[in-house]
C-alpha cells in the first residue's frame, strides 16, 4: 500500500510539473499526463514499481468515461443519433480495416493477421476525443456529435473483435463462438436495461434526492454505474461498455445532470492513471531506433484515418465539414487497441517488435490528438472560407450549444424558489431565453411536467454548469438559501463566465460586501430590500412624488443600503411632508374595445364633471402623450392614466371596461 501510494505521488507530481512547464502553449492535460507515464515508466526513469495496480486505476478511468458518456448523450439521443451510430460507425470501421488489411497483405501479412491489423487501426480513442469534445462545449456539435456515434459504434464492437482473435489467429478451438448466446445475452441486457431505465432507476433517485443528503445521492450513483458494469461484464460485456449501459440508465431520470456533476471529479482522477498507462508502455529507447519508420507509419496512419472517416461521415449525409472535423478527431489509435494488441501479442498475431511498434504509434497519434481537438474552430473556419459557396462542403455548421441547441446570451436561473420562478416567469413575459437549475427532486419533478425548462443538479458542480451553458450566460440570478453553498456556487461560475452579469439574492445584508468581493455585480438582500419596497409603499400612498421615490430608491442601492443600516447616514430625503394630500390616487385604466371611452374625445368624455377624475397622461403604442389636449380620441387599446379620490378613481373603470347598456345595468343595480 506505501509503494502504491508513493508512485501516486509521482504521477500527480510529475503531472503537476509537466503541466505548470508547458502552461505557455496550452498542452493539454491528457498530454501531459502521457508524458509523465513515458517519464515514470519503466522504459523512463523507472519511477513507477506497481505498475499493474496503475492499470487497474486506469480501467476504472475508462469505465467513469464512459458511464458519464451515457448520461450525457440518453437513449433519446442514441436513438435519434442512430444513423451516423450504426451507418457511419460501419463504414467508419469496415473502411478502415479493409485498408489497413489491404496493405498489410501486400507486405506480406497473413490474412489472419491483416485482419488483426485492421482492428487495432480501426479504433479511435475515446478517453481522449469526448474528454476534450466537452471540456470544450462542442459535443452537441454536428462533428462533435459524430465522432461520439462512431466511438460509440467502436466500443461496441470491441466484444465481436475479441470473440475472432483466436479465430483469425488459428485457435479457433479454444473458444466457443457461439452467435447464438451472444444474441441471448444481448437479449437479457437490453431488457433488464428497460426495466431499470423505466421503473427502477427513476423510483430509487427520486426516493434518495428527497433525503437530500449529498453523500447518499452520490453513492447511489456510483452502486449504479459499478452494479450494471459488473452485471454486464458477467455477462460477456465490457466493464466499460457495461458502465455506458449504467450511464443511458440514469441519462432517462430528471437527475442526470446532478449525477453527472456528481461524478466528473472521480472520472477525472481515474482517467489520468489511464493516460499515465498508456505512456508507460511507451519506449523511447525502441523509438530512437525506428524514428524515420515510426514517422511515416503515424502520418500515414493519421492521413488515412482521417480521410477514411471524413468519407464515411460524409456519406452518411453530412457535410463535408463535419466529416473533416470527425476524421481529424478520430485520426488517432484508440485505448481499446491496446487491450487488443495485449490478446493478440498472446495469441502470437504479433510479435515483440510490430508490437512495439504498434505501441509507438499508438502513443504520438494520441499525443496530437489533443492539438487537433484544440484547433477545430480555426481549422473549421477556414475550410468555411474557402468552402462558402460550396453548400455540401459547409453544411450547417453552427458553434452555439447549450441545454437547448443554439440558446446562448441567456438567463441562467439558480435556485427556483418564489424568488427563482417570478423571475422564470418574468423572462416568459418579456421573451427572454432561459434554463433554471434546483436541487429540489419535488420542484423539478413538478415544473418539468408544466413543460418548464428546469435541470435537477447541484450549482457548486462546474459539470453541471458548463451543461448548463454557464459559461456563454449573460445574465445569473443566483437565488439560494444556504450563503454558504450561495459563495461556491458564485466562484464556479465567475471561474466559467467572468462576463457574466451575476445578480444574487441574500437573506441578510451583513453577507453583502463579502458576496460582492467574490465577483457578483449587484447583491439583492431580502431584509433590507423588502424594508425599502415597504417604505417605496408607504410613500406612494403619502402622495410623494413618483420621481421623488424613484429617486430615494436608486440612492439607497447604489450605496449599498447604507443608509438604512447606518444611523449616521438617515437624512430627510423627501422634505416637508406635512402638505400631502389624503386619499389622492392615481390609476391606468386599458380603454377595451366597444366600451363608452371607446372613440370619445376628452372634451366629450367629461371625465371630470362625470366621473370626477382628471386624465394625467395617455399612452398609445409605447408613446406618451402627458396632458394631452382635450381634442385627443380615445381608441382601443390606449391606456389612460387618471387621478383622483380612491372612490372616484375605482368608479371610473366602468367607463373605460363596459358598453353603455352594461354601465347603466351595473349602476341601476
Not at 485505448?335 to 512495439?356: C, M, N, P
Not at 412624488?545 to 438604512?564: C, F, K, S, V, W
Request: net charge neutral.
Amino acid at each position: 500500500m506505501h509503494d502504491l501510494l508513493q508512485d501516486m505521488v509521482v504521477i500527480f507530481a510529475l503531472s503537476l510539473l509537466v503541466i505548470l512547464l508547458l502552461r505557455r502553449v496550452r498542452v493539454p492535460s491528457a498530454l501531459a499526463f502521457l508524458t509523465s507515464g513515458i517519464v515514470a515508466g519503466p522504459h523512463g526513469l523507472g519511477l513507477v514499481k506497481n505498475i499493474e495496480s496503475i492499470e487497474r486505476f486506469a480501467e476504472v478511468g475508462v469505465i467513469f468515461l464512459l458511464f458519464t458518456i451515457g448520461i450525457e448523450i440518453s437513449l433519446k439521443n442514441l436513438f435519434r443519433t442512430r444513423r451516423v451510430v450504426f451507418l457511419g460507425g460501419t463504414l467508419q470501421l469496415v473502411l478502415t480495416m479493409l485498408a489497413t488489411a489491404g496493405i498489410l497483405v501486400c507486405f506480406n501479412w497473413s490474412p489472419g493477421k491483416a485482419i488483426f491489423g485492421g482492428f487495432l487501426t480501426a479504433l479511435s480513442s475515446t478517453a481522449i476525443v469526448l474528454k476534450m469534445l466537452q471540456e470544450q462545449a462542442e459535443l452537441h456539435q454536428s462533428y462533435g456529435r459524430t465522432s461520439m456515434g462512431i466511438l460509440i459504434f467502436q466500443d461496441m464492437a470491441v466484444i465481436p473483435m475479441m470473440l475472432l482473435i483466436p479465430l483469425l489467429s488459428g485457435n479457433g478451438n479454444a473458444i466457443m463462438f457461439d452467435i447464438t448466446g451472444f444474441v441471448i445475452r444481448f437479449g437479457i441486457i437490453a431488457t433488464v436495461l428497460i426495466i431499470l431505465t423505466k421503473w427502477v432507476v427513476p423510483w430509487l433517485l427520486h426516493t434518495v434526492a428527497l433525503l437530500k443528503r449529498r453523500d447518499l445521492f452520490l453513492l447511489t450513483i456510483l452502486f449504479l454505474a459499478f452494479a450494471v458494469a459488473w452485471m454486464t461484464s458477467g455477462l460477456g460485456i465490457s466493464l466499460a461498455l457495461g458502465a455506458f449501459f449504467a450511464g443511458l440508465v440514469i441519462s432517462e431520470s430528471d437527475y442526470h445532470h446532478h449525477a453527472f456533476g456528481d461524478i466528473m471529479p472521480f472520472r477525472d482522477i481515474f482517467l489520468s492513471f489511464f493516460f499515465v498507462s498508456v505512456g508507460m508502455l511507451f519506449d523511447p529507447g525502441f523509438a530512437r531506433e525506428h524514428l524515420v519508420l515510426i514517422a511515416v507509419l503515424t502520418l500515414l496512419l493519421i492521413f488515412g484515418k482521417t480521410l477514411l472517416t471524413t468519407l464515411a461521415v460524409f456519406l452518411t449525409g453530412y457535410s463535408l465539414l463535419s466529416g473533416m472535423l470527425t476524421g481529424l478527431f478520430l485520426s488517432q489509435v484508440g485505448e481499446f487497441s491496446f487491450v487488443l494488441a495485449r490478446i493478440g501479442f498472446t495469441e502470437k498475431l504479433l510479435d515483440v517488435f510490430h508490437y512495439q511498434l504498434f505501441i509507438a504509434v499508438a502513443v504520438i497519434t494520441m499525443a496530437v490528438t489533443p492539438f487537433f481537438i484544440a484547433s477545430s474552430k480555426r481549422i473549421a473556419k477556414w475550410i468555411q472560407k474557402y468552402g462558402a459557396n460550396h453548400p455540401w462542403i459547409t453544411g450547417r455548421i453552427q458553434w452555439k450549444n447549450s441545454v437547448r441547441e443554439g440558446m446562448s446570451h441567456h438567463l441562467l436561473i439558480i435556485g427556483y424558489g418564489r424568488n427563482g420562478r417570478n423571475i422564470a416567469r418574468a423572462a416568459r413575459v418579456a421573451g427572454i431565453p432561459y434554463v433554471a437549475v434546483d436541487v429540489d427532486p419535488d420542484i423539478v419533478r413538478r415544473e418539468k411536467k408544466k413543460k418548464e425548462n428546469i435541470v435537477f443538479g447541484d450549482a457548486t458542480h462546474e459539470a453541471l454548469l458548463r451543461q448548463v451553458q454557464a459559461d456563454k450566460a449573460l445574465v445569473v440570478a443566483i437565488s439560494v438559501a444556504d450563503v454558504i453553498t450561495t459563495f461556491r456556487i458564485l466562484e464556479t461560475v465567475r471561474s466559467l463566465n467572468p462576463g457574466a452579469y451575476v445578480i444574487v439574492r441574500t437573506r441578510y445584508a451583513e453577507n453583502m460586501e463579502d458576496l460582492y468581493n467574490a465577483g457578483a455585480d449587484e447583491v439583492i438582500p431580502e431584509e433590507i430590500e423588502t424594508s425599502v419596497r415597504i417604505f417605496a409603499g408607504v410613500l406612494a400612498r403619502f402622495h410623494i412624488p413618483r420621481e421623488d421615490i424613484e429617486r430615494i430608491e436608486q440612492t439607497l442601492r447604489a450605496r449599498g443600503y447604507e443608509m438604512l443600516l447606518a444611523e449616521s447616514r438617515r437624512r430627510n430625503l423627501i422634505g416637508d411632508t406635512q402638505t400631502l394630500i389624503p386619499d389622492l390616487e392615481i390609476a391606468t385604466y386599458t380603454v377595451h374595445e366597444n366600451a363608452r371611452a371607446a372613440g370619445l374625445s376628452l372634451r366629450d368624455a367629461a371625465l371630470r364633471q362625470e366621473w370626477g377624475v382628471t386624465v394625467l397622461a395617455i399612452i398609445r403604442e409605447g408613446a406618451y402623450f402627458t396632458n394631452p389636449e382635450a381634442d385627443m380620441v380615445m381608441i382601443p387599446d390606449d391606456r389612460v392614466i387618471v387621478t383622483g379620490t380612491s372612490e372616484k378613481v375605482n368608479q371610473v373603470g366602468r367607463f373605460f371596461r363596459m358598453k353603455a347598456l352594461e354601465d347603466s345595468e351595473e349602476a341601476g343595480n
